[in-house]
């Protein structure tokens, strides 16, 4: 009797253990990335040479036309929510303030004269390296 050979079955690769090696690696990267904050207004920051970088999280900006953004709040409202934020009971912290390079030096000066008035007592410009 003739028996006919067992024909052989293919073999097929499992791609699950690829699935899983990718989504570790994709929670991976996800877990490990900064997310830095968007910024409220595009601004050119003007450079220096020398200089520390900034790392607060109060940030008040002022666009190439001098007007004032903090958060949702634009001008007066700004200046005040900003004050506000950074002056929680007897003491005022430090702030961040990112100046357009082509506003005016003017304007500028306003902005940190009022925002001592207001009781702040040290805000950075920031600039870029």
Known sequence: MKFSAPQKRKTFESVIPMINVV???LIF???TARIAPQHVVDVT???SETGE???QDLTLYMDQA???YFQTFIGAEAEAAYATSL???DTCGSGTLRADKDTAAVNVARLLTQLAQRGVQQVEVVTAQ
């Open 45 to 47: 920051l003007p450079t």
């Open 66 to 68: 001098g007007e004032i």
């Open 29 to 31: 990267f996800l877990l």
């Open 23 to 25: 989504f570790l690696l």
């Open 87 to 89: 002056c929680a009971g």
């Open 53 to 55: 970088k900034s790392a």
